[in-house]
């Protein structure tokens, strides 16, 4: 490659942000929850890890764990962990004395507020979360509190240095899973010292479509000459893909990229839904990749705060390609960040929340929020929403991991809008317990019992039927839940084909058929066109 001329990035190039070298999605970018995974999370993982090593290989060769607190790394790790370890202690130090406080306030409520005036009580916050926190109760007299998120992100509680890019090249689906195994200096990774919010990440990743001069881009994101020769490996001579202009057909295109991930195309329109999309390489299966959205995405709508809908890695990839982006209101409890205000902060652009049942005008259609019901273990998280997408006269609905608990919801909302033609839903029925996502962020010890009680799931069969029943779905969708292997790394799920999830989808599927629905589980590509009219 002649780095004189104008070259291209290539379209197999893998980039992982990181917060302190473990894998960055939301919980990581909020302030107070990024205290309470790192003390309540990464050390643990990282002290075990150091002391028995051997408990982490034997994890990882059993599928069953593969979503569990395990470093995939071999013994030979250990001093690279242990010296992670060392300096987020140091670094982290703040953040770690932050989770303590986040502790001792909430043991302080529930021994001292008990009905009365919590007035009395600011004075008993512990000192580096005074006027950073409101103390309230709800209508029944418990207490809890809620932070000034966007003040944290003002203090030294929100710390963009520790924020960091690896780059390298992807030529296989086989990736550790992000939440349990933190990303180590290898010959193969470039680390970018950047926030995401840089704006020289746009120039970067739009050089995949638009040449530039290697040198400019080199030195605009600050690398450094003996790692010239790595970062010039993801660059290319010839454009390896050409840009998709905007689809200008007569039909709603609707294509698939996997996981709860689908663009909705129409006159001159585009949507995405919870961006996943995988890199342009060779795995023997039938993929959209980044190489087919187009040159603008109008929409981006976000459905809940799971990390495997909302994907940094991708949203940054295409920050210079979206106009703008819709997400769910978050509660303001200390579980449920505001999404908003983490997408601003890595610099996203037009984010703007919407309502239950409000609805948005975009371009030649409409997007309305809908409930989402579970799949947060019962947590007061309101920061999931389904949407119901029109486009000409075509209506769409994407519930994403949406639980049916309560067929009476759907009755009202068929009161409202009334038939509709094409369903979306995750159908992972039998889902992780509590502690598997939300466990850092829990101070007081938590009953086994209770914790297998409260999960993460979907609908099965039965739920999943009943939204289809009470709008008479004429085509019905069901996403293939994380069996994409490309997309193992966020969701570490491998199924067996007598799994639930896959039990309740068949049949849901088969049941449609026998009804004369269009109805499949989809898995890797898929593309939809319907009349508009
Ligand atoms: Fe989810
Ligand atoms: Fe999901």
Redesign the pocket.
Known sequence: MNTGQNVYLKQNVQVEPLFNQWYAWTYLVSPATAAMYISNLHLKIMQSFVSAPDVHVAACKNPAMLGGPFIRYGPNKVGEIKALLDRTMREQVHMLEFAKAVKSLDEMLTNDASGFSLEPLYQKIPDILKGYVELVYDLNNNPSFRFIEGLLYESPYYNRSSQSLALSLIEKDDRPFVLSTPRLEDERILMLHLPFKNEGLDELFKMKHEPGPFLHIKESLGVSDAEEDLFKSFFTDREEATINPRYDGDKVRIRYFG??CILIEWNGCSLLTDPLISYKYDNGIQRYTFADLPEVIDYVLLTHN?Q??IMFEVLLQLRHKIRNVIVPKNSGGPADPSLKLILRHIGMRNVTEIEELETIDVGPGSVTGLPFLGEHADLNIRTKIAYLIRMGSRSIMCV??SNNLEPKLYDHLHDVFGDLDILFI?M?CQGAPLSWLYGPLITQPLARKQDQSRRFD?SDYEKGIGIVDRFKFKHVYVYA??MEPWLTHI?SIEYTKDAHQIIESDKLVADCRGRGITAERLFGQKEILLDAQ
């Open positions: 996981h709860g799971h495997d809908h994403a991991d995750g992972e979907g839940m994380g969701t």
